[in-house]
């Protein structure tokens, strides 16, 4: 998931990283700077949201996912600030079924239907 691969909008050619001033860290995941027109993008947050479409476990990539309705004090919370501002945005918690680690995602959930058997198409 690198945005930075994208080549340049302008004129075509490659981006490279570019560093994020303090303000923008918190609203943007990574910014990237064009070598030949200088010409500067940056990456939401919601851009990456919007890439993976669903909620994964931050820490081991699964999505084994399970719905929570209340917060497991003995379960360890991912305190990402990221994480958090999705919680203020209405995320709902998820707990990895493998790690046990509690976060707050945006996306849905992969849909499980797929997998069972005969389900169809
Ligand atoms: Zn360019
Ligand atoms: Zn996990």
């Known amino acids: 998931m690198h945005l930075g691969a ?3 909008a302008a004129c075509g050619a490659g981006m490279r990283r570019s560093r994020r ?7 943007y995941a990574a910014a ?7 010409e500067r993008v940056r990456a ?4 990456y949201l919007r890439e993976a479409r ?5 820490k081991c990539g699964w999505y084994d996912l399970v719905l929570q309705t209340r917060r497991d004090r003995i379960d360890k ?3 990402n600030p990221f994480r958090l501002l ?5 995320a709902p918690l998820y707990r990895c079924a493998h790690c046990r680690l509690q976060f707050y995602d945006l996306r849905r959930l992969p849909r499980r ?3 069972i058997k005969g389900a169809g198409a």
């Open 54 to 58: 669903y909620a994964a476990c931050p």
């Open 21 to 27: 001033a303090l303000g923008e860290r918190l609203y």
């Open 6 to 8: 994208l080549p340049c």
């Open 32 to 38: 990237y700077r064009c070598d030949r027109c200088r």
């Open 44 to 47: 939401s947050y919601f851009d």
């Open 77 to 79: 919370l991912n305190r």
């Open 86 to 90: 999705q919680w203020l945005f209405g």
């Open 113 to 115: 239907k797929a997998r």
